[in-house]
Nanobody
């Protein structure tokens, strides 16, 4: 299962961006989808996640500003980012886990990462 992230770019502080990440492949089902970010010189950290039932979790640093959502029919997860701050500058990665299916049976679990999309917030 491959993930393709898009939507990053340059935005001024206080602005908004929407990231998208689409999953593709042969027969599969998605469980948890998530967004992580890695700022320059720092470790990758999880920003938000959402399960197949729509239950969400957020890092404290983004809780009131970011919204994660998903379109199960399109196998896509979104991250709506509002009131962006300089410290939100990072490469954002999507992640998904789930099952691959064959002939109606779950054959293997997977965990995939997107390629990363750069978000730069300027003053």
């Amino acid at each position: 299962v491959q993930l393709q992230a898009s939507g990053g770019g340059l935005v001024q502080a206080g602005g908004s961006l929407r990231l998208s990440c689409a999953a593709s492949g042969s027969s599969f089902s998605l469980n948890v989808m998530a967004w992580h970010r890695q700022a320059p010189g720092k470790e990758r950290v999880k920003v938000a996640d959402i399960n197949s039932g729509g239950v969400t979790n957020y890092a404290d640093s983004v809780k009131t500003r970011f919204t994660i959502s998903r379109d199960n029919a399109e196998n896509t997860v979104y991250l709506e980012m509002n009131n962006l701050k300089l410290e939100d500058t990072a490469v954002y990665y999507c992640e998904a886990d789930g099952w691959e299916w064959e002939s109606g049976l779950a054959t293997s679990a997977f965990r995939s990462w997107g390629q990363g999309t750069l978000v730069t917030v300027s003053s």
